[in-house]
């Protein structure tokens, strides 16, 4: 309950740290007024009720800050990854760790200002929704190849491969409690994290935001990791790079029944063809074709087991959502009935 005796909404904060020696202290100070509540500008009142710390096995000092800032603050929370397993699975130990109602990820480098948490909450509240992805309004500073290269990966993940909302995927983000705790149990090892959550939550809001420098910090993530990451986006999002080959397959066999008849035609009218010509071009277009369809059609089969094996669930239930967009009006239904 707030101060004011309102229902609030519970922050859990999660930042998965790779190498936060330096900014990790100045991210927790900048939390630490929310730790005592605060409220949105559309009224809502919430508090961060904890912030878990996941060391991801980074080639800094993070493990010593960690330490220190766990001993120092009773709402720091730690969590310990036996390796480094990456961003995504580091962000789904810390959200299996959590309690709160909403989770809240965040990076380490102070990029990501929290706030903007309420104005996350606000979006989530207005829309009714349970995914809220923050929508920066200026340029990361990361350099305008590796800015373009990242808008064109989400753009051919959601465009061509069906990936949703894949435009607004963002690293900083809102998610309710429940959804993200099961997605974290469910999920696959190598499992996109947003993939795995448009898979069970409703269609993402979007709240606006201003990202600051990184300062000193360089990325972690080299032009090979990237390309990973990228690859590993498309094949989480679904069969639908499956479906391309066999429309392909399609395509190709019916353009070989096409050339098969206008040949045939042109044959009758008297045309004069170059000799195995006719049939090299029709047996490639049609064996293209029906390879092209098997392929496409063993392929779908292949994504049935590979959705299974990812952990994508055929649905998830959760608690009435007004218990986690509105408090207030949840406890007074309930104390109604």
């Known amino acids: 309950m707030g101060g004011s005796g309102v229902p609030e909404h519970t922050m859990s904060v999660v930042i998965p740290v ?57 709402f720091v929370k730690t969590v310990w990854l036996s390796r480094n397993f990456g961003q995504h699975a580091a962000t789904l130990a810390g959200i299996a760790a959590s309690s709160g109602h909403w989770v809240v990820t965040m990076d380490e480098d102070g990029q990501h200002d929290p706030a903007y948490i309420g104005a996350l909450l606000d979006a989530a509240i207005a829309s009714g929704t349970s995914l809220v992805y923050a929508q920066p309004q200026n340029k990361p500073s990361h350099g305008f190849f590796r800015n373009w290269t ?40 190598g499992v996109y994290l947003d993939v795995a959550l448009s898979w069970v939550a409703p ?54 029944v096409f050339m098969l008849v206008y040949l045939g035609i042109q044959y009758l009218l008297g045309a004069t063809l170059p000799e195995g010509w006719t049939s090299l071009m029709v047996v490639m277009l049609l064996g293209f074709g029906v390879t092209l369809l098997s392929l496409g059609m063993i392929a779908e089969y292949v994504g049935v087991s590979v959705n299974m094996s990812m952990g994508r669930p055929a649905f998830l239930v959760v608690d009435d959502p007004a218990r986690l967009l509105r408090p207030a009006d949840a406890d007074r239904h309930r104390d109604s009935a």
């Open 203 to 256: 269609a993402p809001a979007s709240a606006p935001i201003m990202l600051r420098d990184e300062g000193e910090r360089t990325s972690g993530y080299a032009v090979k990791t990237l390309i990973a990451h990228f690859w590993r986006m498309i094949l989480t999002s679904g069969t639908r790079g499956l479906r391309l080959v066999s429309a392909a397959g399609a395509l190709f066999a019916v353009a070989g």
């Open 150 to 189: 990242s808008r064109a990966a989400k753009w051919t993940l959601s465009v061509v491969f069906s990936g949703g909302h894949a435009r607004d995927f963002q690293s900083f983000r809102l998610i309710g409690g429940e959804v993200g705790r099961k997605v974290a149990a469910f999920a696959g090892a």
């Open 18 to 74: 790779y190498g936060g020696e330096k900014t990790l202290a100045m991210v927790i100070d900048e939390l630490k007024p929310y730790v005592d509540g605060g409220v949105t500008d559309g009224g809502a009142a919430f508090r961060v009720s904890e912030i878990v710390l996941v060391h991801d096995h980074g080639r800094d000092d993070s493990p010593r800050v960690m330490r220190e800032l766990a001993a120092q603050y009773d």
